[in-house]
């Protein structure tokens, strides 16, 4: 009768114990998908500057193949460069 009842506590004792692990590996997976979803938002961003950042570099070698390499035509590329991050920062 002893062991029945040891047998009883170490069902009820390891039950709860599944349960407590269940709802925090829940609770962690949940945790994992909102950052994972962060993250593809975060990738998305970076391919659009990425994209927009080549688009720039193709009118700089443009223009250098146009009027050769002149340091105000770099300089006026690099001053819209940081104005178009400035101004895409603020939405």
Known sequence: MNTLVHADIFFF??????????????????????????IKEITRQVKEETVLFREDIGELRGDIKKEG????????????????????SKK
């Open 69 to 88: 390499f002149r340091i105000e035509r770099f300089m006026m590329f690099a001053k819209n460069l940081f104005k178009k991050t400035k101004a895409r």
């Open 13 to 38: 004792v390891t039950t709860i114990a599944v349960i407590v692990v269940a709802v925090a590996l829940t609770i962690a997976l949940i945790y994992l998908a909102n950052v994972l979803s962060d």
